[in-house]
């Protein structure tokens, strides 16, 4: 059973940081692009920050781009998402997901998914 699992969101005050980590089981991923997304309540899945399967390219959304970090190691099977600067908006359960296509930010695009972590950010 392929399985992704998120762990390390909780709350934080604004300003702060959180590492959240995506442990990949069931079969490796070290060929596959890998993703971060977010909702919030009453709004759509969007694009946080994707890795190529190699880790030499990342991608962000404007959002985040200069706050956030993705990285990946391919031996523990593993992405990561580094958030520093956090701002309330940042608020949202953040799922990981694989796939196929790099440069998609469609959430519909990607195969795989977590079953999301809670970040919630105080002012």
């Known amino acids: 059973q392929v399985q992704l699992i998120e762990s390390g969101g909780g709350l934080v005050q604004a300003g702060g940081s959180l590492r959240l980590s995506c442990a990949a089981s069931?079969?490796?991923?070290?060929?596959?692009?890998m993703g971060w997304f977010r909702q919030a309540p009453g709004k759509e899945r969007e694009f946080v920050a994707a890795?190529?399967?190699?880790?030499?390219?990342?991608r962000y959304a404007d959002s985040v781009q200069g706050r956030f970090t993705i990285s990946r190691d391919n031996a523990k099977n593993t992405v990561y998402l580094q958030m520093n600067s956090l701002k309330p908006e940042d608020t949202a359960v953040y799922y990981c997901?694989?796939?196929?296509?790099?440069?998609?930010?469609?959430?519909?695009?990607?195969?795989?998914w977590g079953q999301g972590t809670q970040v919630t950010v105080s002012s």
């Open positions: 997901a694989a796939g196929t296509n790099y440069y998609t930010f469609s959430p519909s695009s990607w195969d795989y």
């Open positions: 069931g079969r490796t991923f070290s060929n596959n692009p």
């Open positions: 890795i190529s399967w190699g880790g030499g390219r990342m």
